[in-house]
């Protein structure tokens, strides 16, 4: 059974920093693209950061980009997700997802592309 678990989360004043991490396990992880997904109060889910599963390729989105960067653990089977200079608008329930490798890293943006997803862990950036 494939879990993804997330941890990290939490509340952070603006242009504070945060780390999230994401536990995976009952997977080949080390050939599994993963990536950081994001929904908002109200609002759909949507991409954040996305990384192939030999870690060499990235991609962001643009709201993100420069301020968060992906990374993952192949011996650990965890990715993480590092944010810096955090805003208000930042916040939302981040959630991890595992898909099979093989695509163009520019289809990881896309939720179809994921097999597994975490249950979530809550940010909360205040102003």
């Known amino acids: 059974q494939v879990q993804l678990v997330e941890s990290g989360g939490g509340l952070v004043q603006d242009g504070g920093s945060l780390k999230l991490s994401c536990a995976a396990s009952?997977?080949?992880?080390?050939?599994?693209?993963m990536g950081w997904f994001r929904q908002a109060p109200g609002k759909e889910r949507e991409f954040v950061a996305t990384i192939t599963w030999t870690g060499t390729s990235t991609a962001y989105a643009d709201s993100v980009k420069g301020r968060f960067t992906i990374s993952r653990d192949n011996a650990k089977n965890t990715v993480y997700l590092q944010m810096n200079s955090l805003k208000p608008e930042d916040t939302a329930v981040y959630f991890c997802?595992?898909?099979?490798?093989?695509?163009?890293?520019?289809?990881?943006?896309?939720?179809?592309?994921?097999?597994?997803w975490g249950q979530g862990t809550q940010v909360i950036v205040s102003s």
């Open positions: 009952g997977l080949t992880f080390s050939s599994t693209a």
């Open positions: 997802a595992g898909g099979p490798a093989g695509f163009h890293i520019s289809q990881y943006r896309l939720q179809m592309a994921y097999a597994y």
